[in-house]
């Protein structure tokens, strides 16, 4: 029996709660959300579950206050600059911590000096702590490189993520843009609400399982312009507008890109699928064609590294340097 | 740098050494083979590489006198009751262990009371141990169980490892039996030597990671008969003949088959690829069309699976709990 805290009730922190109460041995013994309308609100019912007798406290020490827990799951912010003091809290509380935190994910390679604070505060309190998710976490990192594991030398490493956003729900279809104008997707660029975190952890996950010294990162993000008008998706696209968006991460060894990641999701993409394709010895591609729905994956790893973060030594681990987060029925 | 000891030089044995030594950070100090015509030769020279300086031993105590080591390569016995003494010997003197031995993969689940005393003398002495390859070791159970990562309900896992052995060396083709006669393949097959070992430490692995309490596992072996005259594999293949293998593990639970492993290996087979099929949430298939090339995989996850285990707590471990081993360049 694990005893579980969830720091961040939106709705991926939501669906968390539901796949871990699907688990057997997995239970809730306390939640955090400072948001006034979901304080003192029992968690479940939150959840659209039963009544489960937790109440959602503003803060962890709430939360903890005559309980005993064993791991804290955060759904809270991509940032691993604002990630840290929710960190520390869980760690003093003797929490192990799993987290959907992009940053958090690889900041061994992005933010290495805030990667060893929370190291060192982990290490001091006994505690581990992962960073995962979908992606990053497992299609554009952790993946390929487990698929290396049959190698023996990697040349190349490019990862696509391609996906018919036509079938995906509204918000999704918002976030990625689709049906605003040019002008409108420019400014969510420029305001930072339209852009996938955790390229760069992805690369700098990549370049550290192989053994690459990365001396340069770059990434572009542009829109997907619809060339005539689609009525797939949940609103009809104008020729003109964007569709969806398209990010690309590189990472460069002395001026040769060794890693491409390639992500596209966009109302009308002709075909969705997660592919890795390896170029070495052996060279080999690996395709899931219609891809990984990311809902659903990121809630499930989210669950399934609980068991992993518990079988872990202290400190703050990467997907790397886990025991293998698989899916399990009960704990 | 890490100081290697290499048991066994068969064919696959000689392969790992020159993958060993094509990565910086490898280093051998010692070798040992009990052939007659092996004892005594240059390790370098026995694989067709330059004079490395280490002299082939009889044995492992000969072998370490006034060296140095950290980790035994095993490439010798499937059989883990055989592996035994050779994993004693290597523990007890203080070396990791990686090993090709297909039953060692996950004799935690088909041979507990032996996996019981590895893991015992392993942590006695401090060291650990993992037994692994393309396959058991790879391509249906360790990539299997890291696809349910990103899974919040498994029901079933199909695992299709289907192989044109056309294009594949005259000992794999003699290996699956291409070119018997009904007769011929049927007295390989009682005496053991026309065998993929491992279905079974490989529905284990499987039930192991997603909890499921396998009750039954079965086994089928048949001969993939020619139907017609086959030209395009070493030898000449008339109706009637085997063309290759077909094995199929089983794996049960309640009465309802929950694994299915699927290995062909043919002369003449349409089709070449690794597929991994999960029905449960999501449902989604991967595959790697063409397939692994057996050789290069099963002797670079052997390397490649050196500096995993140096990262390894002590004991005895499986792929399930050890970090990624991932493709390294140096170490």
Sequence with gaps: MVNLVQLGLG???????????????????????????KVGRDLGELCGLKELGVTISKDLATALKGKKADVAIITTVSSVAQQLVQVEEAAKAKLDIVSTCEELSYCQGTFPETAAKIDAICEAHGVSCVGTGVNPGFLMDYLPCVLTSVCQNVEQITVRRFQDAAQRR???????????????FRHKVSDGTLRHVGLAESVRMIAACVGWKVDNFTES???ILATERITTGHRMIEPGMARGVEQIGHGWVDGREVITLHFRAAVGEPESADTVE??????????IPGGIN????TCAIIVNAVRAIRNAAPGLKSMLDMPVPGYFQHL
Tied chains: 1, 2.
Excluded: C, M, N, W
């Design 221 to 223: 993000l542009d829109p």
């Design 170 to 184: 509204i918000p999704f279809q918002q976030k990625i843009g689709a049906g605003l104008t040019l002008e409108q």
């Design 294 to 297: 990311g809902d659903i994956a």
């Design 11 to 37: 709705p991926l922190g939501q669906k968390v709660v539901r796949f871990a109460l699907q688990r057997s041995g997995l239970h809730y013994v306390g939640a955090v959300d400072p948001a006034p309308d």
């Design 278 to 287: 390896i170029r070495g010895e052996p060279s080999f591609k690996s395709t």
